[in-house]
């Protein structure tokens, strides 16, 4: 029902606070390489904020689309960076598709989705090959639609764009960075993935494992 949705959509959000803890040293450096180094640190403070706002709502009887509203505003006011304002805005537009009164179907769970990685292309206005995460969140949404379009479960589909999207990261390591901080040090890039694709394939590929347990 919808109570217990809600608690599953904060758990989502606690594995993506873990997976970033994780990863904050590994995200920091391939950010330093070509931008500030602070990639890590951002996803580490927006996920913890978010983690702490969604908690809140949660105890006060919330459902799963405004856990996900108060998750996606402070994890772009508590990150500070480009992605935490980012990641914010993809976590309150799929907040948005869905319900706090009633429990959403696998179409509408993946609407969400779909429209999360909508909002980060509208807000930071990201095309394919500008060495951004949008070329890794772009083929994630493009495979995870045709998933669903077929009827393969969320999980299953979820996994698949996530393996795509895993290689679309890899492949941002032979472009050359022209947008956000790294754009001025763009030829220092190659060879190095962009942070923020990176670190969005890896939130995907544990959030498909997650919804398959
Ligand atoms: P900052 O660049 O403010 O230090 P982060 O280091 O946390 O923020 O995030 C950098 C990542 O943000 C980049 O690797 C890139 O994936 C993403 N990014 C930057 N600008 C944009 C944009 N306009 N659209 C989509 N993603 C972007
Ligand atoms: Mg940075
Ligand atoms: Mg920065």
Do not use: N, Y
Request: charge should be negative; charged fraction near 25%; aromatic fraction near 2%.
């Amino acid at each position: 029902d919808a109570q217990r949705q809600a608690g599953r959509v904060q758990s989502v959000v606690e594995l993506f606070a873990r997976i970033c803890a994780e990863q904050e040293e590994e995200l920091g450096r391939i950010d330093a390489i070509a931008g500030d180094g602070d990639h890590g640190q951002g996803m580490v403070l927006g996920t913890r904020g978010a983690v702490e706002a969604g908690a809140v709502a949660l105890e006060r009887g919330a459902g799963a689309r405004t856990v996900l509203v108060h998750a996606g505003t402070a994890w772009a006011e508590s990150a500070g960076g480009t992605s935490g304002a980012l990641w914010g805005a993809a976590l309150t537009a799929a907040g948005r598709a869905l319900s706090d009164e009633r429990a959403s179907d696998d179409a509408a769970k993946g609407q969400a989705l779909l429209d999360a990685v909508d909002a980060v292309r509208r807000l930071g206005g990201a095309e394919v090959g500008d060495k951004t995460m949008i070329d890794a969140a772009v083929p994630f949404s493009g495979e995870l639609r045709k998933g669903l379009d077929a009827g393969t479960p969320l999980a299953e589909a979820i996994t698949a764009a996530a393996q795509v999207a895993q290689q679309a990261a890899r492949d941002t390591a032979d472009m050359t960075a022209r947008l956000g901080r790294s754009r001025v040090l763009g030829d220092k890039s190659l060879g190095t993935p962009d942070p923020g694709a990176v670190s969005f394939s890896l939130l995907m590929q544990a959030l498909g494992e997650h919804l398959a347990e």
